[in-house]
């Protein structure tokens, strides 16, 4: 158990609508990172908070969007959904934005399917 | 930029035989090192990773990767794969203040 946690596991929505993904990274821990993990483009960075500010964006469409609230959890929201964007949704924290190694700490993942 | 190839999508091998699983990073500046792995259906761990010092670095269920920075490598083996390391395995790289940047993944059948 790495103590991220994501809801929800699983999530069939369809194409047009929103969903809203949430994290809440490992008690300590400042830096939330989303992932989107897909069987075409592998592992893709998406967005990095650090202590309710955005740090850093990857490659995310402007459909998607998140946030960092007070309490540290994240939530992810994705909206007018297409079919690509079926994927599987990750979230992973880490305790120090930058000194330190870089480790990150995973959920396991949000699993999106867009019909 | 940073990137990472992982040139083997799959690695079949049968139980009890070494394994390389293969990495190679391109970076303009110093860089940590990592391999996660990712069993089915599960979130990414960290496998290990490399940070400075020693070139070896090896993890608690034996695997061991070898840092070169003059070929840029940091590949994966182990001399004896057991059925439980069927898994997907990703390199991954962290240059400066940037995110982790991940490669396309191997995914390690063990066979009986």
């Known amino acids: 158990d790495s103590g991220v946690t994501q809801t929800p596991k699983h999530l069939i929505t369809a194409t047009g609508q929103r969903v809203t993904l949430r994290c809440s990274p490992r008690?300590?821990?400042?830096?939330v990172y989303w992932y989107q993990q897909s069987l075409d483009q592998g592992l893709q960075f998406l967005i990095h908070?650090?202590?309710?500010?955005?740090?850093a964006k990857g490659n995310i469409l402007e459909r998607f969007s998140a946030q960092q609230f007070p309490d540290l959890h994240s939530e992810l929201n994705l909206s007018s959904l297409e079919l690509g964007d079926s994927a599987l949704y990750f979230c992973a924290s880490s305790a120090i934005l930058n000194r330190g190694t870089g480790e990150l700490f995973f959920g396991e993942g949000s699993r999106l399917t867009v019909l | 930029a940073q990137s990472v190839t992982q040139l083997d999508s799959q690695v079949p091998v049968f139980e009890e035989a070494p394994v390389e699983l293969r990495c190679n990073y391109s970076?303009?500046?110093?860089?940590?090192l990592f391999w996660y792995v990712q069993y089915p259906n599960q979130g990414l761990q960290l496998l290990l990773k490399y940070l400075s010092g020693s070139t070896l670095v090896k993890s608690i269920n034996g695997f061991e990767a070898e840092f070169n920075k003059s070929q840029t490598s940091f590949h994966l083996r182990k001399p004896s794969v057991h059925i439980s390391d069927t898994a997907e395995y990703f390199c991954a790289v962290k240059a400066g203040r940037r995110a982790l940047t991940f490669g396309s993944g191997t995914r390690l059948q063990v066979q009986p």
């Open positions: 970076s303009s500046v110093s860089v940590y």
């Open positions: 008690s300590g821990d400042l830096s």
């Open positions: 908070y650090y202590n309710g500010e955005e740090r």
